[in-house]
């Protein structure tokens, strides 16, 4: 008898869901590292701290840094690849706000399906919209970096500690050796 | 009776309802209310009434791979409670809304929750039994209360931004997917609301813009048409309704206060510029609020700046950032100011006239 029932989703029946992993870096020295800013408050501050960490720390450099045009939509296909260019491994964020979280998750699939791994940082009020997003991308399982809520307020010290604190799971996340 | 099942088929007609609305509730389909269920019979009935075709693309969102056809429209509007000749407005609603800037961005997954205000014009109204009079905002009334919950229903299933999923509303606002409101053109001093949208007065249309609340003015005090706009700015100007340089706000003034300022010499256009002279705050009120200046375009707290200065609400005095509407009983002098997402579009869209020989199944 349902089957009577017209589907009022559009979807089809099986969605389908590809993981494309890029390959890691074999080591962070040297590597380069793209830096997608999303344009929420401490954003920019937060991925700058995290690029002189991994460089600091690990040796990687900084070798660009774009602020993404709208903060609710995915990366642009030529903003996208102007830093695939120039990198070995991409860092972005930070979801803090219903569209924007989403859309980080779908920046870090893309950047892994162009073949560049990518750390994707979300604030952890919006982890479940994240984890949604990465599923209509196509990558339900993918991994996002939670930091705690809030991170607009914080002021400059507080976002390099968070920076401080996030730093060796961004590494692991881009990296061959610990995985 | 209890009806009952035989050999897996539904035997009794109340049995198969029953089953039916929770078959929806279990598919995720709702918005926590019964659905109708939407068979191809229904459907057709409803695509009946529009000439656009069924697989016409209305809207989407490309960020979530999501799209919205006549078709995917027209069943929502079916598990709504739509009768079909809703179904032309239902489509003009969301025409209007898809000229919003802020729906066709991030604005249905914000934290902010908005939720649309549709405001229907024409002999429509009386057509499809709209309530343009008393208790507009509120239940009672099929027409308005299922084209509203159309949208919502659309939004929810073919767009899937899903609360608690996609939707990140912090609060969400109270009347969202219900706010359907008719002008009461017939008490109204002014010209309707899709004139500023561009529809020609008498014609069907509809405006929509995004809402973040409504909240009353209730003056029954004073005969003096600047005592009574004063009140209105009092509400428009609080800091709290603001977070960038400037905002926008809507009034639906009831009939009473409408007659009062037209009866003073003041036109639509009049109301509006004694208000954006008038609404905002001084740089001192908005430096309590951590609001005081401007970087960019976002409020934040500074330390500098002149305590005195004041700071207007409105950037302008365009219709798109105070649209002005008329609405509900001619028996009180109670109006509502809405808070306005980001601002309307200032577009109106039409509603398709019924069809020459289209049918309305009874249903």
Known sequence: MFDRILDPTGLPARPTNVAVAARRVPSLAGARVGLLNNTKRNAAQLLTELGDLLRDRYGAVVTIRRTKPHVAFPVDEPMLKEIAAVSDVVITGVGDCGSCSASAAADGIAFERVGIPAAVIVSDAFEVTARAMAGVHGDENFEILLTPHPVAVLDAEQVAERAAELVADVADRVRESAR | ?363
């Open chain 2, 1 to 363: 009776m209890t009806g009952g099942t035989l050999d897996g088929q539904v035997t009794d007609a109340l049995d198969g309802a029953h089953q039916s609305i929770e078959y929806m509730y279990d598919q995720g389909w709702t918005d926590g209310l019964p659905v109708v269920p939407a068979t191809r019979e229904l459907v057709d009935a409803f695509l009946a009434t529009t000439s656009r075709p069924a697989d016409e693309v209305i809207g989407r969102l490309d960020h979530l791979k999501r799209e919205v056809s006549v078709q995917l429209a027209a069943i929502n509007a079916v598990m709504a409670g739509c009768r079909p000749e809703y179904f032309p407005v239902v489509l003009a609603a969301w025409d209007a809304l898809m000229a919003e800037r802020s729906t066709v961005g991030g604005g249905w997954q914000s934290t902010s929750g908005p939720a649309p205000l549709i405001v229907v014009n024409g002999p429509v109204r009386r057509r499809l039994g709209f309530n343009a009079t008393g208790g507009v905002f509120g239940p009672g009334f099929r027409a308005n209360a299922t084209v509203a919950r159309a949208i919502g229903l659309i939004v929810r299933n073919a767009l899937g931004v899903v609360p608690h999923v996609l939707e990140q509303a912090t609060q969400g606002v109270p009347g969202r997917w219900a706010m359907c409101i008719a002008e009461n053109e017939e008490e109204s001093p002014w010209e309707p609301l899709s004139v500023d949208g561009g529809v020609a007065a008498g014609v069907d249309a509809v405006s929509t813009t995004l809402l973040r609340a409504s909240e009353f003015v209730d003056n029954r005090h004073t005969d003096d048409p600047e005592a009574l706009l004063g009140d209105f700015a009092d509400t428009i100007s609080r800091t709290g309704s603001w977070i960038f340089r400037h905002a926008s706000a809507g009034v639906v003034f009831c009939p009473e206060h409408a007659q009062m300022l037209a009866a003073a010499g003041m036109s639509k256009a009049g109301v509006r510029d004694w208000l954006i002279e008038r609404c905002g705050r001084s740089e001192a009120d908005l430096a309590r609020a951590g609001k005081n200046h401007v970087h960019g375009n976002v409020r934040r707290q500074s330390d500098d700046g002149d305590p005195g200065a004041f700071h207007r609400y409105f950037a302008d005095g365009a219709p798109k950032n105070l649209p002005i509407v008329v609405a509900g009983a001619r028996n009180a002098g109670i109006s509502m100011v809405v808070r306005v997402f980001s601002n309307w579009s200032g577009i109106s869209a039409r509603v398709e006239p019924p069809r020459d020989g289209a049918t309305a199944p009874a249903v």
